[in-house]
């Protein structure tokens, strides 16, 4: 009996989770599963949608060149951003766990971007990178360089991108090596200051070593992040030029109204993104030293 | 005699027109119906409702603006689909509309069209814009694309009367005429430009083809006929010798040619939609206007008059159709003058060029103030001048898509104007075979 | 000896300030421009103040005729607390009952959550959007509130904190009658305090900063959030004063509130962030 109210109690608190979980989250993945595997223009009602079987995925990596493009670019992002992201958070963080004043205000300046919209930041970075925008302007003043297109160079296109992305996400990754570099124990330090070793041989040989849960961590998490990139390129005007794997779903399901194809897409971005988690998963036992 | 008969035809072909079209106030006609537009009601809605209510004044015509982009068309075809909610549309783009007849969101006009006597090619000059042999659109919105001049430096430039048509070269040369360079050479005033939006350039192409600008005799894409690489050319080569505002330019700084126009950065300008930006823009010199150039001298210019750009359509399933229908049929014609309050144009034949000017700027003598009204009337209003239209639309969005990367590969020099086109060529036919 | 640690100290801070100002620059730049004329902002004399500040661009941008800020704020913030206090509410009970009851199946459950969480929400689009159209939530704002109210990293989190929480507490009101709701309501959620304001905060900034979601589903003006404000300044206008009041005004108020409640910022991301 009591056994039996426990158990509808335990369903019954997640009662709401489930429902949400069933109605929003399982059905709409299992929608476009199927989805993916057809043809579908929503204007053409549920009668429209036509069986295509592994069509819409050989067309994707045979005949799609703005897909491959968007792969490819998405990729770029990615392992652009998460390792230089991360190594400016750790140098930042590595500085304020240092003998400095102003701790506190110094931590906030550099966390400041990471609570900004990501679309009004690209906003910013948009003017920021015009021909003559205060990038060149700068870059002029300082080093007498010629302007850069960066904006007008479809080449050049996804420097901006990375670079706002890059800006955004660095307070994040700077907040979490700080939390991540007090658990570093005191005494390590200085035994090895004992040992007569300098700074850059204890941040190599003591820091990065005793924080890489923390770097794998965020090295997953920044990932993932950029493989779901699209505000920044929408707002930027370059997600024709430069596209991702999202701006190229947004523009084949709302653009053209290709439901399935775009769910065909959506699907190797989830593959993507279970090729990382599961490299996490590996890794986490191995790569990493506890 | 024989004169005289041809008149008294005229007038009765004239009087018949009429009678179909201009109902007395019917007070019979009754319902509460929404129309989907993308302009403001100050920029012509407004008033084009509240004349349509001097006709109907028991119909209450309620407007929703949507915004004309990809998240906004979804918008819409949503909100016909959720039914009640749409009655009256102005659909923008062939493939837009295409989209919407084709998946049965529009209402069959014909029979309708044809109990009233209205004849689209008598009407609105073309009666491309079928589907199935069916109509579902008024091709009434048009586009009508032109060279804007400032005629004060057309003054000091010494270029003497405007012209009624011209070439290319013609135009080149007047650019070149009008740019104004400091003593290093350094441009200071560009003598022309293209319109700011990316495919413009095609609208030469248009200007010779007069049809289907993608497509050649066989269906296939056309981008290997000469008139795109010598069209992209122009482009290229005008901005390259700063005789052009860049285009590369306007895309990445997100400028508009109206503004850089009326601010008097660039002294003329392919434009479109200009006309409603004039008074707010108050610029210090008044407007004279030109045709859009042709290839040849001679040529027939099928970018001389207003291109069916927009379209009136009704949703399919409106729960007014006598009412939605009125209202649609009183938008493409009488009403249709109120699109030059947003910068757009009519396709109806029967626009009252004088009315226009009022809609416009106020008031005939208050127009003379901002622009040159002869030419005004001559090539932005064009009544019945030679159109370019379209009446087959496979892989339109492709094209298009193809059209706007590979341009910005030829404007930011990373491609050449030969091998952009030889692979959009390519890429096209691959499109078109893939939705056939 | 310590008068050396001192002179450390202030180079350091000197040098790791100058730094963090410079990172700030970017959005010195947004201000100082949101203020100047349009011309100004990319005038080849470049001043930080521009002689006469334009107040009057704020004004327009928070009055504007079709996307006022003043009402973009006020469905922003709706979405967000709502979401916010929905995803608490949702799980809390989640993480109450995976973490605190025993049944079957719980860690079935659990498990297929988890494993849903590799799929990005990006990746639905299409799917939420032919649902919502279906509900009628299509170009209503519950259709970014709903998916908000679950969310398996706040479950995960509650679950984790339940579960540290000593069993006798509830075995003691279990005793004394209680229910198991009443148990969760008055005596466990309580003291799950820390947890539920982080969640709260990774809520509120992921509701806020959403993007994708807003464009698809709200289409027309009078639903727009603070973002779409900013994409409706950056494609209709070429006013570039105003585009930057724009990004000023969706980011300003936001570096104020964070100022007053930072603590539980960086709290929030330190405790999800540092494992092991």
Redo the contacts between chains.
Sequence with gaps: MNKKHEALAGWLFLLPALTIFAALVVLPVIMSLLLSFTEWNFLSGIQGISWKGVANFTRLFTRDRKFMLALTNTVFYAFTTAPISIAIGLLFAFMLNDKVYLRKVNRMFFFIPYICSMVALAAVFRFLFRVDGPINAVAGALFGAEPVPWLNRTSLNRIPVVCVMIYAATGYNLIVYMAALQNVPRELYEAAMVDGAGPLRRFFRITVPLISPTTFYLLVVRLIAAFKAFSALNIMGVSKTAPSLVTEIYSNAFDSYKFGYASAEAWVLVAVILVITLIQMVGQKKWVHY | MKKLTAILLALVMLASCALALAEAPNTELTGEITFYTAF?GANGTDALIAQFNELYPNVKVNY????N????N??????I??GGQVDVLLSFGVSNTA??W??G?LMDLTDRLAADGLDLVENWGTDAYQYEGRTYVFPSGGLSVYVAINLDKWEAAGLGELPTAWTWDEYLAACEKLTERDADGKVLVNGGGDFNQIDYWTYAVRQAKGKNVFYNAEGLSDFDNPLFAQALHHEVDAAASGIWHSK??Y??????SR?LFLQGEIATTIESILTRYIVPGAPTFRIGYAPYPTFEKDQTNYMAGSNPNSFIAVAANTQSPDAAYAFAKFAATYGNKYMYAAGHATTWTGVNPDEVLSVVFGSEEEAAKWVDTESFIRCVVAAGEPAYSEDYIVAY?EMQ?LV??YT??V????MTVEDALAEMKL?GD?AIE?AR | MKRKLIWIRTVNTLWVTAIGILFLMPLLWMLSSSLKTGPEVFAANFRWIPDKVQWINYAQVWTHERVPFWRLYGNSLFIAVVSTVGELIVASMAGYSLGKIEFKGRNLVFIVMLVTMMIPAQATIVPRFVIFKSMGLYNNIWALIFPAWFNVTSIFLLRTFYMSLPGDLMEAAKIDGASYFQIWLRIMMPLTKPAMVTAAVLAFINSWNEYLSALVFLPTAENYTVSQGIQYWMSMSDDHNLMMTAAASAILPVIVLFLFTQRYFVESIATTGVKG
């Design positions: 403001a929703e603006v949507y915004k982009s990809s998240d906004g979804v918008g819409l075809d949503t909100a689909i959720a989209k919407r084709q998946n969101l590369a330019v895309q990445s700084d997100s400028t508009r503004n969005t898509s706007d990367e910005m590969y404007l930011n020099g990373e890429l691959e893939d």
